[in-house]
């Protein structure tokens, strides 16, 4: 598991390239495929660019409503 500070650092600007390829070129549905706990790390992923999130991790989803309150499109039921 990373840190949200390891994250933003070193992987965070390797998925912002990846998903700017892609949404420069199209690319409709740009999931991040992704699992363990990440509710520490979900205000950075959602700045990645993905538009999709496959956890394989259950995520409370109050918890989750909470942490994104400030990126409302990120949440939906």
Known sequence: MLSP???EEIVLPFHQELFRFLEERGVA???LVAGGNL???LPELVKCGANQ???DY???LEKV???LQEYPRCCSE
């Open 39 to 41: 509710l520490p790390l």
């Open 53 to 55: 999130f496959l956890l």
């Open 29 to 31: 549905h740009r999931p």
């Open 58 to 60: 259950q995520l409370p």
């Open 65 to 67: 409503k909470t942490v």
């Open 5 to 7: 500070a390891i994250y």
